[in-house]
């Protein structure tokens, strides 16, 4: 069963301590997205990586960290150097489609896992 | 600078009613454009892509370049199109690197 694979699905931290969410796909996809989703704010992006090895930073990278040692995982880290961690965090993955006129089938098209809700105590 | 505007936090309608949900976008090269939905327990879906020219569930969504905007339309609204909508530009086309910036998103309530 292909798709995206996020955990734990529930996570309570106390303030200090840093914790790491998991996101495994076995869809071959090049392309590993952190969202991170707050009620009437959408969703914003943390991290993103496009091949192993490589990542970077998207519009709220602060306080966070992630690696891509693997095309299967892409584990993002939330440190104590984030203020509001409290969150849900949504991972996803795509195909990449590298030239801006490509229009192929499933590139940039993105596949969500179930996501993991953080809570700060 | 890329983004994408939904003006409406929350869409209620009425069962069998039209819908329009409303996204404008800004960018400066060529937009590809997306709805995503996500279902109530469900996990966030692509719904459609503006290259698709396809209509899903009803739904349909036209790119006015001129008005910058990516309506995601239906003609009669059903209980079970309520989900919260979020319309995406791929954008941040440098070095190789593109990704998909979202909008705030749209809840959609259908009542009966």
């Known amino acids: 069963d292909g798709g995206i694979t996020q955990s734990p699905k529930y996570l309570f931290r106390k303030e200090g301590q840093n914790v790491t969410l998991s996101c495994e796909q076995n869809?071959?996809?090049?392309?590993m997205y952190w969202y991170r989703q707050d009620p009437g704010q959408g969703l914003r992006l943390i991290y993103y990586?496009?091949?192993?090895?490589?990542?970077q930073k998207g519009d709220i990278a602060e306080g966070y960290s992630v690696s891509r040692e693997k095309k299967e995982s892409f584990p993002l880290t939330v440190t104590s150097a984030q203020k509001n961690p409290t969150a849900f965090y949504l991972c996803?993955?795509?195909?990449?489609?590298?030239?801006?006129?490509?229009?192929?089938?499933?590139?940039?098209?993105?596949?969500f896992g179930a996501g993991s809700r953080l809570t700060v105590l | 600078a890329q983004r994408v505007t939904q003006p409406e936090k929350l869409l209620s309608v009425f069962k069998g009613a039209p819908v329009e949900l409303k996204c404008n976008y800004s960018?400066?090269?060529?937009?590809?454009l997306f709805w995503y939905v996500q279902y109530s327990r469900q996990r966030l879906q692509l719904l459609l892509r503006?290259?698709s020219r396809e209509s899903i569930k009803g739904f349909t969504a036209d790119l006015n370049k001129g008005e910058t905007s990516f309506h995601l339309k239906k003609p009669f609204a059903q209980e079970e199109d309520s989900a919260m909508y979020y319309c995406?530009?791929?954008?941040?086309?440098?070095?190789?690197?593109?990704?998909?910036?979202f909008g705030a998103g749209t809840r959609l309530a259908v009542h009966p």
């Open positions: 996803a993955s795509s195909i990449v489609g590298r030239d801006p006129s490509y229009h192929g089938s499933g590139a940039n098209v993105l596949t």
């Open positions: 869809l071959n996809h090049d392309a």
């Open positions: 990586s496009q091949i192993v090895n490589d990542f």
């Open positions: 960018y400066s090269g060529s937009p590809e």
């Open positions: 503006h290259i």
């Open positions: 995406a530009l791929l954008g941040g086309f440098s070095g190789g690197y593109n990704k998909l910036i």
